[in-house]
Nanobody, 120 residues
Framework: QVQLVESGGGSVQAGGAPRPPCAAPASTYCMGWVRQGAGTKREWLAY???????RHLGSLEGRFTASRDNAENTLYLQMDSLKPADTAMYYCAAGDGSMCSASSDQYTYWGQGTQVTVSS
């Protein structure tokens, strides 16, 4: 069992740039971020492999960057130029396998989420 713990959410002004971390007890090959706004489906945002390969959702237009510190078993999501439409619960997730894909369905382990609310 891998327990993931996100933090660093909260209320942010539009244009803000929070960087919530996700702490994991151990490293897994694939870790990523998923968000879910009120009344919407889960949306995969990004993944980072333990070897440093990353991929991000294209519609983010480079505003979000996922990274990880393998020594600290911590995943980060740098969020820049936030918009009110980015308001959502942000989840850290990890997979058991040796591959990553651009899908939230691949993940076995999930954090409890951290709420980010963006005001204009």
């Amino acid at each position: 069992q891998v327990q993931l713990v996100e933090s660093g959410g909260g209320s942010v002004q539009a244009g803000g740039a929070p960087r919530p971390p996700c702490a994991a007890p151990a490293s897994t090959y694939c870790m990523g971020w998923v968000r879910q706004g009120a009344g919407t489906k889960r949306e995969w945002l990004a993944y980072v492999t333990s070897t440093g390969t990353s991929r991000h959702l294209g519609s983010l237009e480079g505003r979000f960057t996922a990274s990880r510190d393998n020594a600290e078993n911590t995943l980060y999501l740098q969020m820049d130029s936030l918009k009110p439409a980015d308001t959502a619960m942000y989840y850290c997730a990890a997979g058991d396998g040796s591959m990553c894909s651009a899908s939230s369905d691949q993940y076995t382990y999930w954090g409890q989420g951290t709420q980010v609310t963006v005001s204009s």
